[in-house]
């Protein structure tokens, strides 16, 4: 969800800018822009609609000298995706160019105040206020642009992640962030800025993560500085990059998302590796560790995340119930944010996120702090936001995850929640060695497991060619594969954009088993498991309606493979395990499907892989 990329240095900058835009497409947009400023201090902004492509078509004939230069990818909040609308925008006087991510809540207010003393405005954006509101006070106060931008931010209530030029000042970025990403890459004699440290990781490896509050001024030729809104410097924190440039390429797939798919293997056993010890007998998790007390003391885990993270949080909760036998809530966080929650000292709240930038979860872990909830976050973004805001956590350790559609991500998310509820039910007595070391020797033969079910990769593909054209999709699971039947469902309708319900299997009878006919196929996750007698019945009512079935069994599985019309049989496991292998068969199922219909698997329409606006 909107990408900031900027350069300055003695490299070719347009070319920095356009290469980072694309390593942030994955991130969701509809329109791009860049600002250069020539070595002679003229400032040039170039913006188009739609890719990134049609950006580099638009520039082809221009000026694209530049010392420096900012750049974005914006997803549309205030005002169409258009030319006009997209970053980075103008000044009145053309005088500054500024590249925004994020909402400014009160730009109303702050428009209408700055139209009654004569400025004008030529977007519907929200980000021109805050360009228009810094060379206000710039001219009137007479001020440098790092006052201006101070004085601004002091203004604004919102989300900001931005990047300023100053005509005349082809030495100088001046960049700041409130709740909206910012990372800045130093190298020799030369900075970069993004909203990840995607666009140059080729480049250095030396980042800094700037802070909230913080304003950021690169100088060519000088040390970065950093200062907080009341203009004291702030200590510069360097953070060696642990990302490689093979991690953002497509390694020989068609897409992010089946390389991704792929990847489950090595991924889960990165995920493992130094957690699951002396053959499984033994789980580190340094997060439950270093907090023993906190876990001991629990008398009631709360749950935040959003979309796939929140399906993996409701099979936390599962986990953690069967395991810890703790009360266990999981809510969407955008409305534990805003539903009065009561937490207390006495909760753990587990917040949830691929890429720890979600604004909806970083809002829900500032208020379980400041009602004194012990916060664990569970990531994949090693410094992003959310790992900073928590108290302690886990990383998952997947690797950068490209395609919009979370897939090693969720099972990431999964493995690492399942190690946290093994972990503290073993704390907490409720888990004995002997089922930690059982379930324990299953873990790490998980790797070895998903690559037996990827197999099923070519009966996939031939299978989704029947079902590319269905309407409707009915997604079915009990136990610990109702939030898998959830997931599935997600994954479907986010990437071939077909209507896709995940429902309790028995919740079924109670109205959606209405919709069931020949032309509605139902997907039903049914393992051997102890509700496995259940689902059989729930089976046949579809049947009965003529509906048919798709069904993800495990092998050597006689009844309901009897009654499918497709079947997908995948390794026994053991009960609490079963999501991480019967998710794979429904990430394919939705990939072939959607490549099927053409779809662009990998940026969906209207989707963000990083959702940092509310
Ligand atoms: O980065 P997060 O895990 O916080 O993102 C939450 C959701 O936006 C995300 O899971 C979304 O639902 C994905 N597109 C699912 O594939």
Redesign the pocket.
Known sequence: MCGIVGYLGGRDVYDILIKGLHRLEYRGYDSAGVALETPEGKLNVYKAMGKVSNLEAFCRDKDLRASVGIAHTRWATHGEPSDNNAHPHYSEDGNLALVHNGTIENYKVLKDALMQHGVSFHTETDTEVLVQLIEYIKLTNGCTLIEAVREALGQVQGAYAIAVLEKGHPEQIVAARKSSPLVIGIGEDEFFLASDATPFVEYTKEAVYVKDDEIAVMRRGEPLRLLNLKNEETTVDVTELNLSISQLEKGGYPHFMLKEIFEQPATLHDCLRGRVVEHGRRIVLAGVMDNEDKFRAAKRIVIV?????WHAGLLGKYLIQELCHLPVEVEYASEFRYNNPVIGPDDIVIA???????AD?LAAIQIARQKGAFVYGISNVVGSSIPRETHSGTYIHVGPEIG???TK?FTGQVLVLTLLALAVGHLRGTVSDQQVAELGGWILRLPTLVKEVLKLDKKIKHLSAIYTYARNFLYLGRGYNYPTALEGA??LK?ISYIHAEGYPAAEMKHGPIALIDADMPSVIVAPSDHLYDKIVSNVQQVKARGGSIIAIVSKGDTEISKIADHVLEVPVVPECLTPIITSIPMQLLSYYIAINKGKDVDMPRN?AK??TVE
């Open positions: 995340a959003c979309g796939t993270s949830i996120s691929q890429s720890g930038e979600t979860t919009v559609a979370s991500a997600l994954k986010e989707l990083s959702v």
